[in-house]
Protein backbone atom coordinates (compact mmCIF):
# COMPACT_ATOMS: atom_id res chain seq x y z
CA UNK A 1 0.00 0.00 0.00
CA UNK A 2 1.31 3.26 -1.06
CA UNK A 3 2.22 5.75 2.46
CA UNK A 4 3.95 8.73 2.62
CA UNK A 5 5.65 10.16 5.94
CA UNK A 6 6.67 13.44 7.02
CA UNK A 7 8.96 12.92 10.45
CA UNK A 8 8.90 16.65 11.41
CA UNK A 9 5.63 17.95 12.66
CA UNK A 10 7.79 21.83 12.97
CA UNK A 11 10.67 23.14 11.36
CA UNK A 12 11.94 26.51 12.04
CA UNK A 13 13.81 28.37 9.89
CA UNK A 14 15.61 31.81 10.04
CA UNK A 15 14.61 33.80 7.15
CA UNK A 16 17.54 34.10 4.46
CA UNK A 17 18.35 30.48 5.58
CA UNK A 18 18.19 27.35 3.81
CA UNK A 19 14.77 25.19 4.42
CA UNK A 20 14.19 21.45 3.85
CA UNK A 21 11.49 19.88 4.77
CA UNK A 22 11.53 16.42 4.74
CA UNK A 23 9.53 13.57 3.13
CA UNK A 24 10.11 9.78 2.86
CA UNK A 25 7.64 7.41 0.99
CA UNK A 26 6.91 3.63 0.13
CA UNK A 27 5.27 2.62 -2.71
CA UNK A 28 4.60 -0.63 -5.08
CA UNK A 29 5.62 0.26 -8.57
CA UNK A 30 6.69 3.93 -9.83
CA UNK A 31 5.96 6.51 -7.06
CA UNK A 32 4.36 9.72 -8.27
CA UNK A 33 4.70 12.30 -5.56
CA UNK A 34 3.42 16.05 -5.27
CA UNK A 35 3.69 18.90 -2.71
CA UNK A 36 1.18 21.05 -1.66
CA UNK A 37 1.15 23.85 0.59
CA UNK A 38 -1.83 25.55 2.58
CA UNK A 39 -1.93 28.63 4.20
CA UNK A 40 -4.48 28.95 7.64
CA UNK A 41 -7.92 29.15 6.12
CA UNK A 42 -7.00 28.41 2.36
CA UNK A 43 -7.15 25.61 0.60
CA UNK A 44 -4.15 23.61 -0.60
CA UNK A 45 -1.77 25.26 -3.69
CA UNK A 46 0.32 22.38 -5.66
CA UNK A 47 3.70 23.71 -5.11
CA UNK A 48 5.52 20.52 -7.93
CA UNK A 49 5.88 17.00 -8.92
CA UNK A 50 7.80 14.22 -9.38
CA UNK A 51 6.52 11.98 -12.50
CA UNK A 52 9.78 10.63 -14.35
CA UNK A 53 12.92 11.92 -15.56
CA UNK A 54 15.18 14.78 -13.69
CA UNK A 55 15.46 13.81 -9.62
CA UNK A 56 16.01 17.68 -8.97
CA UNK A 57 12.08 18.81 -9.64
CA UNK A 58 11.69 23.09 -9.19
CA UNK A 59 8.36 24.05 -8.71
CA UNK A 60 6.76 27.67 -7.71
CA UNK A 61 7.80 30.46 -5.03
CA UNK A 62 11.30 29.25 -5.68
CA UNK A 63 10.84 25.88 -4.31
CA UNK A 64 12.40 22.81 -5.66
CA UNK A 65 12.61 19.11 -4.31
CA UNK A 66 15.14 16.03 -5.23
CA UNK A 67 13.36 12.93 -5.57
CA UNK A 68 16.24 10.20 -3.65
CA UNK A 69 15.21 6.17 -5.20
CA UNK A 70 17.63 4.79 -2.96
CA UNK A 71 16.66 6.70 0.36
CA UNK A 72 12.53 7.06 -0.73
CA UNK A 73 12.99 10.59 0.12
CA UNK A 74 11.21 13.63 -1.87
CA UNK A 75 12.55 16.26 0.53
CA UNK A 76 11.31 19.70 -0.24
CA UNK A 77 13.82 22.51 -0.23
CA UNK A 78 14.47 26.28 -0.79
CA UNK A 79 17.81 28.34 -0.58
CA UNK A 80 16.39 31.57 1.18
CA UNK A 81 13.42 31.32 3.50
CA UNK A 82 11.06 33.74 3.30
CA UNK A 83 8.52 34.84 6.29
CA UNK A 84 5.64 34.46 3.97
CA UNK A 85 6.17 30.83 3.26
CA UNK A 86 5.16 29.76 6.86
CA UNK A 87 2.31 27.91 6.14
CA UNK A 88 1.66 24.00 6.40
CA UNK A 89 3.14 21.75 3.74
CA UNK A 90 1.64 18.56 2.76
CA UNK A 91 3.68 15.31 1.10
CA UNK A 92 1.66 13.37 -0.94
CA UNK A 93 1.88 10.07 -3.45
CA UNK A 94 -0.80 9.28 -6.35
CA UNK A 95 -2.02 5.95 -5.06
CA UNK A 96 -2.19 3.48 -8.11
CA UNK A 97 -0.64 4.51 -12.29
CA UNK A 98 -2.89 4.56 -14.50
CA UNK A 99 -6.64 4.37 -15.32
CA UNK A 100 -8.66 4.61 -11.91
CA UNK A 101 -7.30 4.92 -8.39
CA UNK A 102 -5.28 8.52 -8.59
CA UNK A 103 -6.45 9.90 -5.74
CA UNK A 104 -3.29 11.47 -3.49
CA UNK A 105 -2.55 10.31 -0.15
CA UNK A 106 -0.89 12.90 1.69
CA UNK A 107 1.45 12.86 5.00
CA UNK A 108 0.18 13.78 8.23
CA UNK A 109 1.55 17.52 6.98
CA UNK A 110 4.90 19.67 8.53
CA UNK A 111 4.31 23.27 9.51
CA UNK A 112 6.86 26.07 8.63
CA UNK A 113 7.80 28.51 10.86
CA UNK A 114 10.28 31.41 9.31
CA UNK A 115 11.15 33.63 11.49
CA UNK A 116 12.65 37.58 10.85
CA UNK B 1 -6.21 31.78 -14.38
CA UNK B 2 -9.65 30.03 -13.68
CA UNK B 3 -9.19 28.11 -10.39
CA UNK B 4 -11.99 25.31 -8.55
CA UNK B 5 -15.06 27.09 -7.43
CA UNK B 6 -16.18 25.63 -4.48
CA UNK B 7 -19.89 27.10 -3.00
CA UNK B 8 -20.66 27.45 0.10
CA UNK B 9 -17.38 28.51 1.87
CA UNK B 10 -19.21 28.05 5.00
CA UNK B 11 -21.64 25.94 6.12
CA UNK B 12 -23.69 25.78 9.35
CA UNK B 13 -25.91 22.87 10.20
CA UNK B 14 -27.38 21.05 13.47
CA UNK B 15 -27.14 17.34 14.11
CA UNK B 16 -29.56 15.63 11.47
CA UNK B 17 -29.63 17.92 8.80
CA UNK B 18 -28.45 17.77 5.64
CA UNK B 19 -26.20 19.80 3.47
CA UNK B 20 -25.57 20.19 -0.40
CA UNK B 21 -21.52 21.40 -0.86
CA UNK B 22 -21.14 21.98 -4.78
CA UNK B 23 -17.67 22.26 -6.87
CA UNK B 24 -17.00 23.86 -9.92
CA UNK B 25 -13.82 22.69 -11.49
CA UNK B 26 -11.21 24.54 -13.64
CA UNK B 27 -12.50 24.81 -17.40
CA UNK B 28 -11.62 21.93 -19.56
CA UNK B 29 -11.21 19.88 -16.33
CA UNK B 30 -13.00 16.36 -16.75
CA UNK B 31 -12.05 14.93 -13.49
CA UNK B 32 -13.31 15.85 -9.91
CA UNK B 33 -12.29 14.60 -6.56
CA UNK B 34 -13.52 15.29 -3.05
CA UNK B 35 -11.05 15.05 0.25
CA UNK B 36 -12.59 15.80 3.54
CA UNK B 37 -9.53 17.36 5.98
CA UNK B 38 -10.69 17.50 9.90
CA UNK B 39 -9.33 19.29 12.47
CA UNK B 40 -5.27 18.91 12.21
CA UNK B 41 -5.62 16.35 9.97
CA UNK B 42 -4.19 15.98 6.42
CA UNK B 43 -7.17 15.76 3.79
CA UNK B 44 -8.63 12.09 3.22
CA UNK B 45 -10.15 10.83 -0.06
CA UNK B 46 -13.88 10.59 -0.38
CA UNK B 47 -14.67 9.69 -3.79
CA UNK B 48 -14.29 10.99 -7.51
CA UNK B 49 -15.66 11.25 -11.11
CA UNK B 50 -14.15 10.96 -14.70
CA UNK B 51 -16.95 12.15 -17.39
CA UNK B 52 -19.59 12.07 -15.18
CA UNK B 53 -19.00 8.73 -13.53
CA UNK B 54 -17.50 7.57 -10.42
CA UNK B 55 -14.18 6.28 -10.67
CA UNK B 56 -13.12 5.73 -7.25
CA UNK B 57 -13.94 5.60 -3.58
CA UNK B 58 -12.41 6.04 -0.33
CA UNK B 59 -13.26 6.31 3.17
CA UNK B 60 -16.93 7.81 2.13
CA UNK B 61 -19.72 7.43 4.94
CA UNK B 62 -23.25 5.90 3.38
CA UNK B 63 -24.86 8.98 4.86
CA UNK B 64 -23.00 11.09 1.73
CA UNK B 65 -23.69 10.60 -1.93
CA UNK B 66 -22.01 12.81 -4.64
CA UNK B 67 -22.29 13.08 -8.55
CA UNK B 68 -20.86 14.79 -11.26
CA UNK B 69 -23.39 16.36 -13.80
CA UNK B 70 -23.02 17.44 -17.53
CA UNK B 71 -21.40 20.57 -17.26
CA UNK B 72 -18.23 18.92 -15.00
CA UNK B 73 -19.42 20.60 -11.71
CA UNK B 74 -19.92 18.20 -8.58
CA UNK B 75 -22.30 18.24 -5.75
CA UNK B 76 -21.43 16.22 -2.46
CA UNK B 77 -24.67 15.77 -0.93
CA UNK B 78 -24.25 15.09 3.35
CA UNK B 79 -27.12 13.79 4.95
CA UNK B 80 -28.15 13.19 8.98
CA UNK B 81 -25.32 14.97 9.91
CA UNK B 82 -22.99 14.41 12.45
CA UNK B 83 -20.82 16.27 14.95
CA UNK B 84 -17.71 14.18 13.20
CA UNK B 85 -18.85 15.52 9.57
CA UNK B 86 -17.29 19.18 10.93
CA UNK B 87 -14.32 19.21 9.05
CA UNK B 88 -13.07 21.15 5.78
CA UNK B 89 -14.17 19.60 2.95
CA UNK B 90 -12.36 20.40 -0.51
CA UNK B 91 -12.86 19.90 -3.91
CA UNK B 92 -10.02 19.06 -6.56
CA UNK B 93 -10.10 18.99 -10.49
CA UNK B 94 -7.56 17.83 -13.14
CA UNK B 95 -7.79 17.04 -17.01
CA UNK B 96 -7.54 13.55 -18.72
CA UNK B 97 -8.94 11.29 -15.64
CA UNK B 98 -7.30 9.88 -12.93
CA UNK B 99 -4.39 9.16 -14.82
CA UNK B 100 -1.18 9.11 -12.51
CA UNK B 101 0.84 12.19 -14.42
CA UNK B 102 -2.09 14.57 -13.95
CA UNK B 103 -1.88 17.33 -11.00
CA UNK B 104 -5.24 17.85 -8.82
CA UNK B 105 -5.94 21.52 -8.64
CA UNK B 106 -7.43 22.49 -5.24
CA UNK B 107 -10.01 24.71 -4.92
CA UNK B 108 -10.84 27.01 -1.28
CA UNK B 109 -12.80 24.71 0.30
CA UNK B 110 -15.86 24.78 2.58
CA UNK B 111 -16.08 24.58 5.89
CA UNK B 112 -18.71 22.50 7.54
CA UNK B 113 -19.45 23.25 11.35
CA UNK B 114 -22.18 21.16 12.82
CA UNK B 115 -23.75 21.82 15.94
Known amino acids: AQSVAQPEDQVNVAEGNPLTVKCTYS??????LFWYVQYPNRGLQFLLK??????LVKGSYGFEAEFNKSQTSFHLKKPSALVSDSALYFC??????????????FGKGTKLSVKP | AAGVIQSPRHLIKEKRETATLKCYPI?????VYWYQQGPGQDPQFLIS???????DKGSIPDRFSAQQFSDYHSELNMSSLELGDSALYFC??????????????FGPGTRLLVL
Open chain 2, 27 to 31: PRHDT
Open chain 1, 92 to 105: AVRRGYGGSQGNLI
Open chain 2, 92 to 105: ASSLGGTGYQETQY
Open chain 2, 49 to 55: FYEKMQS
Open chain 1, 27 to 32: VSGNPY
Open chain 1, 50 to 55: YITGDN
